[in-house]
């Protein structure tokens, strides 16, 4: 379980504050589950990529819910400053500097086991001390039903004065109906909106205490394993299933993994790390710089151009070649090793 | 005006170009006889896929900066400290992925252009002060000879020129008097022109993909020619096309422009000279800028002295030299042409210190000459087209008619497959179709482009090369070779009674793109497999139904007829419509 630090959350300003920290939070986790799923790219094992990809979707929706939210309360969303990349390996934004240091690196059961799972790890049942301590650790599930409570408790004290904290233009809001269904990502225009939002982001990444499936709200019936156990799912090879009778068993149909195609990439890769006449170089700043085109296309899409989100999808792709043409190209620095994708924030070709 | 008045900027530094080169063989396009292995790179003795089956067809400005300004009272500096603008960046998109380049066909891959490139100024603290979209254009006067020491499209140069339009400025209070003074004198469009050499193409070589560019940032004006300028065209004194075998092209084209305000001439040598190793200038004879004046004495009048021989001559000035004119050269030079010469001086024996002074022609004007804007076309069966064309005089436009004939035969190729048939019947006529220039020199080509059917049977359409010429000229013997249009003409619906489907229509289609660009078939989607274009039919309709000025639109190779692509986007939207 990632634990974050202690936040002040009592002010409309904290409560942006904490919702800039929740956008770099989902981002955060991007980086490391893109990589691994690049390295599993044309390898055979389709399957395990495209569970991964259904979390990378996911986490996308999760980021883009935590921006209209803090549009919507009239804050700005920052997706296009230098620290916005977290450095990996590192923690994950917000997170404790002791807790879980996550790295970008090939795919593999073992990094599955200890970074994606731990990153997605549902909270358990614990006592939640009346009067918090201001040093108090927060696991992410906590982090989010503190934002809920914060906006419940500003927005009620806005309404007792004949005002309210949602005074964002709501034009500048993202809403994506050709990948993402209305039921998951919707305008935020009130408290209730706003909570049902951000339930979204906690019941997929975690599931409940007692349920590993997550209906998402209203999505029509439709379950999703939440991330922690589609994780599981892949560590395990096996299907996540209801028992007969209750419970829950990893069963059929398999998950295999071959790791005979994996490519051989050199752990947390940095571009200047690589000498700057190698192609490895070369490859590794475009990869970069379009990662940091993609964050200012993305800083548009939720800065009042929200229509740049088709803009961004193309740069998606673009990263991928990139991602695979370093994949392709062996590591100067380090016999028997491939290059990797760094994702670091370059605003120089 | 043009990026040769003022106030102009250059501009020097690296390009990437990386174009997938399986569609290099005109044959790869047949599916028939597609081996796997035309996707593995060239090697020693197959040629496979050629240099780049990996390309993502992405054009990119890399590390260029902003090496000199020429303001609008002519003067010059190249001093940061003197303004802030020396040393900025030329940049292209940071927000959405990178312009393309991209062949008109496989049979005619000598007019590349560039679409969806975004063209920035950025000041050192990543500022973008200037920032538009450059209009689609392909490249001219490629030359083979350019760099002496290098082989085949390494030693070649060519030359881009085109308009920055939908122009954003940011120029706040900047405190670089040319940004102010170019916003001021042309805030809606502007004229850019670049040269690129030096490209490398080893695949297994760290700057691969990579070239050096060096080019020129100026006003520009609507009513004027967007491709090339309206200014005095100097033509190598043999013409390359005239050359000898085995006789090496010395030099290549060259324009200048007149600036009768501020009373100079102002030469682009950008793609004229020859380079050698490191890059190098590999030229030694002394030229001279002259006026010919024909039977006056002296014959040649001079200008200047075309000084190259600094070493950061070319990317320090990207090869645009600037002389005044006095006021008897102005007129002179008004109905004399211009000529390049090189000066020999020979002592007249070891006994004296005088020494005769010799003259041998490097340049001379075309003083009456012709020219298309675009010069490039991509068609849809029946669609009209429209060519603008000039004719000048002394760079100034006069009345004239100009002569046009179907010379795909001597242009296009490789084949098989079969090029120019069926011929376009309005420039196969027994009379040669012309068109006749106004006062100012200009006149637009109408015709209607005809359903060439499918004569390349595995390549959609045909093309066709139209050259063109003075009713007093001869295309083949007194013209720039690379002054001609270009045509492609897609099919429009066949005949059949088939109704277009998946398999019969669309499978073949998709495979030929899995086929010729693996990156994207191996890296994104395999377009081949219904299983995968039916899984991505939202994504796929979204990027096939983008203006082909969108650097997202597939085909990146733009080349889906109108037809193809209203049957593409209705069997996406039935895969969408059933959810």
Known sequence: ?349 | MSYLNSPRLTFSGKFQADPSTVNNDPTHFNNATFDPSFQDYQTGNALNGWWNPDGTGNWRFIGCTITSVTYQDGTSTNDPLLDPIIGMSIMDTDSRTAGKIVDLDSQQQMVSELWGLIVRIVSNDGTTLMKGDYEVAAFTNIWFGRSVDLSADSAAAASYQSIIKNIKWDTGISNSRYINELKAVSADQLSIQFTLDRYNDANTDPSFTIGRIAGSIGPSSMNEPKHFVLGRQLFPHTLPQNLQPGQAQTCNYAVALIDEQLKSVVLDFGNALRFSTGGVVNETRDLRLVIDTGTLTPAYQEIGKLNYSDPNWYLGTSGIFSFPLTDAQLDLVANHPLAIVKVTNTPNNVFTTASTITYSPVYNESIEYASADQFVFRLDANDPCSIDFYTTKFGKGYAKTIQFQDDTANMFGPTPPVVGVPAIPFFSGKKLAEITTDSNGKATLKFTAPDPGNPRVYIDGQVYAISYNLSTQSFATDCNQSNFISLQIYSGPSASDVVPGWDNFIQPIMQQYANLYPLMSKGIFNLADKAVVDANATILQLVFSKDPTDSNYMPATRDLSKYRKKIILNYLQGIIDQG
Request: glycine residues 8%; negative net charge.
């Open chain 1, 1 to 349: 379980m990632v634990l974050l630090k202690h936040i002040q959350l009592e002010t409309l300003a904290d409560l942006r504050s904490a919702l800039q920290m929740s956008i770099e939070l989902e981002h955060a986790t991007i980086p490391p589950y893109l990589t691994a799923n690049f390295t599993l790219f044309n390898t055979g094992n389709d399957q395990i990529s495209d569970l991964i990809g259904s979390i990378l979707g996911e986490e996308m929706l999760h980021l883009s819910i935590a921006c209209n939210v803090l549009n919507a309360i009239g804050g700005k969303p920052v997706l296009n400053k230098p620290g916005f990349i977290p450095r990996y390996p590192g923690p994950l934004p917000g997170g404790v500097e002791t807790g879980l240091h996550v790295p970008l690196e090939k795919f593999s059961k073992d990094l599955v086991k200890k970074v994606f799972m731990v990153i997605e790890m549902p909270d358990k049942p614990i006592d939640i001390p009346s009067n918090e301590k201001a040093t108090k650790e927060m696991t992410i599930g906590e982090f989010y039903k503190k934002i809920q409570k914060t906006i419940v408790v500003l927005e009620t004290a806005a309404k007792a004065k004949g005002q309210t904290i949602f005074t964002g233009n709501q034009k500048e809001q993202m809403v994506y109906e050709r990948f993402y269904p209305s039921t998951l990502l919707f305008k935020i225009v009130d408290k209730d909106s706003a909570i049902k939002g951000i339930d979204i982001i906690i019941d997929q990444g975690e599931g409940s205490t007692t349920d590993p499936f997550v209906v998402t709200t209203d999505s029509g019936g439709a379950v999703e394993a939440a991330h922690y156990y589609r994780f599981e799912e892949i560590y395990e090879g096996k299907t996540l299933l209801p028992k007969t009778g209750g419970g829950y068993i990893f069963g059929e149909p398999l998950i295999p993994f071959d790791d005979k195609l994996i490519p051989n990439m050199w752990p947390n890769p940095k571009m200047n790390d690589y000498p700057k006449d190698s192609q490895a170089y070369i490859n590794s700043k475009f990869f970069n710089y379009n990662y940091t085109s993609l964050l200012n296309c993305l800083h548009q899409t939720f800065n009042g151009k929200p229509e740049q989100i088709n803009t961004a999808m193309g740069i998606m792709f673009s990263l991928r070649l990139y991602a695979l043409k370093l994949l392709a190209i062996p590591d100067p620095n380090h016999p028997g090793y491939v290059a990797g994708p760094s994702f670091e924030y370059v605003i120089a070709e």
